[in-house]
């Protein structure tokens, strides 16, 4: 007659990492000192349903519209572009950082990336506004600069799980580096390396339009714009333009993965 199994012991050390954050989060909330309830007062809901129903109905005048077209294009050619930089510039920066050109490259562009992704796209995009002036190309030098630190870090982790056999077999084949790279690693990650792109191009496009807060151009610049002046309806018809941009690219992104095959996924 086969034993019963016997439980597992109790893990001590998740209880206790459970208690400690269980305790942090309690305290937070009692340093932070945040009343709740007068967000469910009827006067602040009040004032919030007031405010909600000025976004209605929302400005679909031929004229606003096409505005809101041209921002939706340019926000999303800001996403596009400043993606495609960061694409070059992190995989170029990926190279020393998985270990290829030595301990020193190594640690000074891993530097660099853990530098360019510190430091927040608004950030980015107010000194990018500095240097080349209120528009779209400090938005898209801006996702650029941040893209680069996330997308080169990705890359090079890739690398480096990524055997490195059929690379070095090639080498002493005969091949130079860059061919012996090319035909040996790249093909290895690269489905890696899109599937990471794609993910970020559809995170740009929702910090593309919130950059324009900052003078980035876009929907962004749109919506403050009318935000500022107390233009509801023309705000509402412009987060409506940001929905369905971030919806189509979404959708567009899911096929082309799809499309491309399930490693690409």
Request: proline letters at 6%.
């Amino acid at each position: 007659m086969n034993a019963m199994p016997t439980a597992p012991p109790p893990c001590l050390r998740c209880w206790a990492v459970l208690g400690l954050v269980l305790a942090a989060v309690v305290a937070s909330f009692a340093y932070l000192a945040i009343d709740y309830r007068a967000l469910f007062t009827r006067e602040s809901l009040g004032f919030m349903g007031t405010f909600i129903a000025e976004f209605f109905p929302p400005d679909l005048s031929a004229g606003f519209v096409a505005k809101t077209a041209w921002g939706a294009l340019q926000t999303l050619a800001v996403s596009a572009l400043g993606t495609l930089l960061a694409v070059a510039a992190g995989a170029v920066l990926a190279l020393p950082a998985s270990g290829r050109g030595g301990a020193v490259a190594r640690q000074v562009s891993r530097f660099v990336l853990n530098l360019l992704r510190s430091v927040p796209e608004l950030v980015w995009a107010a000194l990018m506004v500095l240097a080349a002036g209120i528009g779209p190309f400090a938005g898209a030098l801006a996702l650029a600069l941040h893209t680069t630190g996330v997308l080169g870090r990705l890359f090079a982790e890739s690398l480096e799980n990524a055997p490195r056999e059929p690379e070095q077999a090639l080498r002493h084949s005969g091949s130079g580096a860059v061919a012996a790279f090319a035909y040996g690693s790249l093909p290895l990650v690269l489905p890696q390396w899109l599937a990471y792109t794609l993910y970020r191009w559809e995170m740009n496009i929702r910090m593309a339009a919130v950059l324009g807060f900052v003078g980035g151009g876009g929907l962004g610049q749109l919506l403050y714009f009318h935000l500022s002046i107390f233009q509801q309806p023309q705000a509402m018809t412009v987060l409506i333009a940001m929905f369905a941009l971030v919806v189509l690219v979404d959708f567009a992104s899911g096929r082309l993965r799809r499309t491309l095959g399930p490693a690409y996924a």
